[in-house]
């Protein structure tokens, strides 16, 4: 069923939408959500809830990229359930992300002191317009949707410590276009 | 570094523009394509690259998706008579798309297709000139043999883009597609479509096979649980099979230059890497261009 039809499922307060978002986008918020939390329990309870917040939220939303719109939700309800528990359970996934994501944070102050969130993603998708599509693909693989550094090396036929390099350099990149954007002035 | 610190730079990446997260998922899907392609022109059925991409992306992390319309496509030779067909080559694929290609060795040693499916979205795909169908089928039916010689060459130049425009098996196979619809489709044999012409060859040069139906010059992997370790090699049982391995097989696979086999754990699952000039099928050798631990979350 095409995105819009379903859509349109939501708004005519159709049940049978739950049933069709889960048949096509299941998997794919699963994945998402295991690939945070590592734990198979977890991320289908974080799924069943992105269903629901799907339900309130359309209408009045018509979401124009369904997909990424899902997968954003589910997201932020992953890292919600990762905050909450983190401190009982050991998220793997997450905690391996946020560990080399450290690294592309300026030396200095917090940066919850400096800067709105809507304001790094201003310059995140501004530096993410500067890359090759390769790069960009590859850095919105593993820290949007999390996927193993070896899948990565996989699909790009190569070792997995020379996607780590690679993905180290883009790091380092990153880190300097928030240095320079000035983001802890 | 506080980890509230991190967590808003995380926030900050869920939150990009929605147009670079489907671009990451297009690209996803069509690198999954891709290999695919790749691993079906080289004669993968039984490639090891290909047993480990599945087992990753269809097996670990990416199923094909439920929705996904799914074609299976069955070759055989035909055997001698009085003798049931065999079946060498069967292949699932979610994307009609996408070109097929199954290379076999003909007994007078030329290297032909057994089978060829066009992509359907682009039928002239493939053929390496400009001709289109139309120009083409106005000079391929021609008689070639009383041609001049200059008209010769474009009419063969032409048959290929016919040839190559169409499903076919070649004379000695059988092939079946079932469709997501449930239709089975025979697919006709080259003398059937093409009566009098010369079926084409690949260029031994551009494909490089060796004797165990390996690319020379494309790189393999094989996945290995390690059963012992030495100061140059290491002896292992293929967990994957690509021919000439079977899975199970004892191999002795040979460290790069320079290899740290640190990494390297009696019980591991590990992926080694290779070129197909670097095997021996007959011995299990296998020289490693790369070796890496699978297991090493």
Same mark, same amino acid.
């Given at each position: #069923? ?31 959500? #295991? ?132 993905? $180290? ?17 | #570094? ?53 087992? %990753? ?42 070109? %097929? ?127 012992? %370790? ?40 590990? #992926?080694?890497? $290779? ?23």
């Amino acid at each position: #069923m095409e995105d819009n039809q379903i859509i349109e499922l939501f708004w005519d307060r159709n049940e049978s939408a739950i049933t069709q978002v889960a048949l096509k986008y299941g998997f794919y918020c699963h994945r998402i959500a #295991m690939n945070v939390l590592s734990n198979h329990e977890d991320a289908e309870e974080c799924v069943n809830d992105t269903w629901l917040r799907v339900w309130n939220a359309i209408p009045p939303e018509r979401p124009k990229a369904f997909r990424a719109w899902l997968g954003k939700i589910t997201l932020r309800l992953s890292l919600n359930r990762w905050q909450k528990n983190h401190s009982q359970k050991r998220y793997a996934g997450l905690e391996v992300i946020l560990s080399e994501l450290e690294e592309c944070i300026p030396s200095g102050r917090p940066i919850e002191e400096q800067i709105a969130v809507n304001e790094i993603t201003r310059i995140i998708n501004m530096w993410l317009g500067t890359l090759c599509k390769e790069d960009r693909v590859l850095f919105i693989r593993r820290y949007w949707n999390s996927d193993p550094v070896k899948d990565l090396a996989l699909a790009c036929g190569v070792s997995p410590q020379k996607m780590a390099k690679r993905l $180290f350099i883009l790091r380092k990149k990153l880190k300097a276009t928030l240095e320079r954007e000035d983001i802890f002035v | #570094m506080t980890s509230y610190s991190k967590e808003k730079l995380y926030q900050s990446i869920i939150d990009i523009d929605d147009k670079y997260i489907e671009e990451a998922q297009e690209t996803k899907q069509n690198r999954i394509r891709a290999m695919w392609k790749r691993y079906m022109a080289i004669a993968a059925c039984l490639c090891l690259a290909a047993v480990a991409a599945s087992a %990753i992306f269809y097996g670990n992390a990416q199923p094909m998706a439920e929705d996904e319309e799914i074609y299976n496509l069955r070759l055989f030779q035909n055997a001698a008579q009085g003798q049931e067909a065999r079946e060498i080559f069967t292949l699932s694929y979610t994307d009609n798309s996408t070109e %097929i290609e199954y290379p076999i060795t003909r007994a007078d040693g030329a290297r032909i297709p057994a089978v060829f499916v066009p992509a359907s979205s682009d039928n002239n795909s493939g053929n390496g000139t400009d001709m289109t169908l139309a120009e083409a089928a106005s000079f391929a039916y021609m008689d070639v043999d009383t041609a001049p010689d200059e008209l010769q060459e474009k009419i063969l130049a032409a048959r290929e883009v016919i040839i190559y425009s169409k499903s076919w098996v070649a004379d000695g196979f059988a092939c079946y597609i079932l469709s997501p619809d449930g239709t089975q489709k025979t697919v006709p044999s080259f003398s059937e479509l093409f009566p009098g012409w010369e079926i084409p060859t690949i260029d031994i040069d551009e494909h490089a096979f060796t004797l165990d139906g390996l690319g020379e010059h494309e790189k393999y992997g094989i996945l290995v649980a390690v059963s012992e %370790i030495n100061t140059d090699y290491m002896v292992c049982q293929t967990t994957s099979s690509l021919a000439p391995f079977a899975a199970g097989q004892s191999v002795h696979v040979y460290f790069p230059a320079n290899f740290d086999a640190s990494c390297v754990e009696k019980g591991k699952t590990m #992926m080694v890497s $290779f070129y197909g000039k670097d095997c021996d099928g007959a011995s299990g050798t296998v020289y490693a261009q790369e070796i890496w631990r699978y297991d090493q979350d």
